[in-house]
């Protein structure tokens, strides 16, 4: 579903990923980990063509995300985003909020695009909030609208981008649930997070990066049993206590 093979990026002189190949499988849950600034955010961003790449190749569903003849809006319809800060429109209610890309981008009808949208609303727990603003609502309930929010668009593979790390501690698990429920229905996600008790739980597969190197890329089993890099061992010993 998603193959990136030997891509490296340059931010001028600084080369931020150094030929990363890895890939995810159709319904496979990979875990995307590594201490910070080793270009975890940079690599998935890569992947729906948030951030160019100037060496290697990926492909989503088949389609190059390099090639400058692929219509990445096209592509980015497909595939859901989700980030450390939510990107809710503040001036939208939750409802238009859930219903604007499916109508802008997708064609739907208002009606349909709000049937659908409420549905993963209610998927979410947050049905009653739909004529709420996105600042009425906790940051944990944000991050559920914003994932309702791109579950409304039927995406082919969910991509999240730390999407607990900006949330008080108590809000982290409302949100890794709603994550754990999509994994275990068989969604294709490429997840960058820094819960390891998330990967622990549902990831197939864990891709640890150091200094824009993908170093591991094993079974979560592999990776957490034994780890062969002493990087990983290093950075396991820090985050798990
Ligand atoms: N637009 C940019 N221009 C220049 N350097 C950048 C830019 N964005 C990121 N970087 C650098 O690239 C490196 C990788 O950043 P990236 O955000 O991908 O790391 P990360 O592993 O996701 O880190 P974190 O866990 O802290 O979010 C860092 O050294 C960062 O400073």
Not at 57 to 72: F, R, S, W, Y
Not at 75 to 95: D, K, T, Y
């Amino acid at each position: 579903m998603i193959e990136l093979n030997d891509v490296s990026k340059w931010y001028g002189s600084f080369q931020v990923l150094t030929d990363c190949t890895t890939s995810v499988s159709k319904g496979e849950v990979v875990v995307v980990c590594g201490p910070s600034g080793s270009g975890k955010s940079t690599l998935i961003k890569t992947v729906n063509g948030l951030e160019p790449f100037q060496k290697g190749q990926i492909k989503v569903d088949g389609i190059a995300v390099g090639d400058p003849k692929t219509n990445l809006s096209k592509l980015r319809a497909r595939i859901g985003m989700v980030f450390q800060n939510f990107e809710l429109f503040p001036h939208l209610s939750i409802r238009q909020n859930l219903t604007i890309g499916q109508v802008k981008v997708l064609g739907r009808s208002e009606e349909e695009a709000t049937q659908k949208g409420l549905k993963y609303l209610d998927r979410v727990g947050l049905l009653a909030q739909k004529d709420k603003f996105p600042g009425q609502l906790s940051g944990g309930q944000q991050q559920r609208v914003a994932i309702a929010r791109a579950l409304s668009m039927d995406p082919i593979a969910m991509l999240f981008d730390e999407p607990t790390s900006a949330l008080d501690p108590e809000m982290i698990n409302e949100v890794l649930d709603v994550m754990v429920g999509l994994a275990q229905e068989g969604m294709t996600m490429m997840v960058v997070t820094h819960e390891m008790g998330f990967a622990k739980k549902v990831a197939n597969r864990v891709v640890f990066m150091d200094k824009g190197f993908i170093v591991e890329d094993c079974t979560k089993e592999e990776f957490f049993g034994a780890p062969r890099s002493e990087r990983a061992r290093d950075f396991l010993a820090k985050i798990i206590h």
